[in-house]
């Protein structure tokens, strides 16, 4: 039986020789002993010794050592060096999510819940009522123009409270917070979010793995009716990711969490900050999503565990959600300036894209060519890496269809009045020819928003949730068009061609990793 890394008993300690954080080109240590893991809905395990999954969507094929540890791993936590380094790879790699034992979720864990706010006392208070008086708290009210009103809730909860005299934003007021923290762990709370009794003590349970700096709850709306405005945001909030499990990484499904609720190892943010503030404060939006990004260069592993939920309090009028949509899309052009490379708003495999093209260019016979070339090749590469070709049309076929639904999305955030002039101008060419250019158009703009309304959004009806989703993109895009002229780069708006089909990396031990790009 392996032992467990240093700290990984009690959440909020490192488990890293200083508290400095992981090392660059280290060996990455196992998972815990304790920890369980669950093959994520979608991981498939094909032919007895592959499992296909994750994000991006690769096959690791495992040698027989692999399929003893995994055998371990579905009976039980991990006991054995092999399958802590498997249950590692497998939860890198998004084919599995960890389950950190029963000690670490029964734990209290050490920590500071700091809660930036700018008036609204009301929320405020119903924030400071919900934490409740389990673990410490620290208000910074960040420059309100009554801050009486906010002494007098803080001191009406039992927190400790820190006046700006100027208004920062949120990421200048989190760090004026974290100067006076010094527990292993900080709860970082927005003044307009509700948190549920016991979120800090599951979410710090996964803080049990050394590796892990950053755990996110499931940002949610408020339950219960309102305005169309409200009933939109409640079906695809902008601060919602969905309700699947997922580890952090940039160009991924889940590629960053927001700070309106998370929870941070100390010594972790110290390390990204190095000599600097933990949030740059030149980002007035999206200072959180290069904090998370600055963790993940730096090593670190972020979770996203949507099984615990935050309820968000949020504009309810469609100006109020439009405009904070088009404030989101600003942060676009500055943070691909701080990441470049992270930042894409669509990849392109070629015969997809050529199949998607064609069909909207109305050619059947080309559009047909391309799926087929799609799986042909597909095939061949699979077949190459001598993996079960089983599932190859089926995973064409699926590329297709993203690939369409992603261009949707992307003409209808950075190219609205190209497709507006293309609906309505007469054109040329026969009147059926017309009428197949504006079906196409139809289908850009309104395949995204119907197939997400059709897995789930149901609170509105079709034609208003669509109508919300291309007004939502249209803000968004426009944010993302005025930050890059301000930054004066394209690189948020500049689509990616991914040329290669199958990367294959080989890697010791127990799994020869090949991954579906």
């Known amino acids: 039986m392996t032992a467990a890394p240093r700290g990984a008993g009690r959440p909020g300690s490192t488990g890293v020789p200083g508290g400095t954080g992981p090392r660059a080109g280290a060996t990455v240590p196992p998972l815990p002993a304790g920890f369980g893991i669950e093959l994520d809905p979608a991981t498939k395990q094909l032919g007895g010794d592959v499992l296909f999954g994750g994000t991006p969507a690769r096959a690791m094929r495992l040698s027989a050592a692999g399929l003893v540890a995994l055998a371990e791993l579905r009976a039980g936590p991990v006991c054995s060096a092999p399958a802590g380094v498997l249950a590692r790879r497998l939860t890198d790699a998004g084919l599995a999510h960890p389950r950190p034992p029963a000690a670490a979720v029964a734990a209290i864990p050490d920590v500071t819940v700091l809660v930036p706010v700018r008036d609204r006392p009301a929320a405020l208070n119903q924030c400071l009522a919900a934490v409740g008086g389990r673990f410490p708290v620290l208000v910074v009210d960040d420059g309100s123009a009554a801050p009486e009103a906010t002494a007098r809730i803080a001191a009406r909860r039992g927190a400790v409270l820190i006046r700006r005299a100027e208004s920062g934003g949120p990421g200048a007021a989190r760090n004026t917070g974290l100067a006076g923290i010094g527990t292993d762990i900080v709860a970082f709370l927005d003044s307009d979010c509700a948190p549920p009794p016991g979120w800090i003590e599951r979410l710090a349970a996964h803080l049990a793995d050394p590796l892990v700096a950053a755990v996110a709850p499931r940002i949610v709306a408020p339950a219960g009716p309102g ?291």
């Open 227 to 517: 305005s169309a405005a409200a009933r939109y945001a409640a079906a695809r909030g902008s601060l919602d990711l969905g309700g699947a499990e997922a580890r952090v990484v940039p160009m991924t499904r889940v590629s960053y969490v927001p700070t309106a609720a998370l929870l941070v190892r100390r010594s972790a943010l110290l390390s990204a900050a190095g000599a600097g503030p933990v949030f740059d404060p030149a980002l007035r939006y999206g200072e959180d999503v290069d904090l998370i990004w600055r963790l993940h260069e730096a090593g670190w592993r972020i979770r996203y565990a949507p099984d615990v939920e935050v309820p968000h309090d949020g504009p309810c009028t469609w100006p109020g959600l439009l405009s904070r949509r088009f404030r989101y899309g600003t942060s676009a052009a500055p943070l691909a300036r701080r990441h470049p490379g992270q930042i894409a708003p669509l990849v392109l495999h070629p015969w997809p894209a050529a199949a998607v093209a064609a069909a909207l260019a109305g050619r059947p016979a080309l559009a047909a060519a391309a799926v087929a070339g799609s799986w042909l090749t597909l095939g061949r590469s699979v077949r190459r890496a001598g993996l079960p070709a089983e599932g190859v049309a089926a995973g064409a076929a699926t590329a297709v269809r993203q690939t369409w639904l992603g261009a949707g999305r992307y003409a209808t955030q950075f190219a609205a009045p190209a497709l507006a002039l293309a609906l309505v101008a007469p054109g040329g060419g026969s009147r059926a020819r017309r009428w197949a250019r504006r079906a196409a158009v139809a289908s850009l703009l309104l395949g995204p928003p119907i197939d997400t309304w059709r897995r789930g959004s149901r609170d509105l009806g079709p034609a208003p949730f669509a109508a919300g989703c291309i007004a939502d993109d249209i803000a968004y895009g426009s944010g993302v068009w005025a930050g890059c002229a301000r930054a004066r780069t394209l690189a948020p708006v500049t689509p990616k061609v991914s040329w290669r089909p199958l990367r294959v990396t080989r890697e010791r031990n127990t799994a020869d990793e090949q991954h579906v790009v």
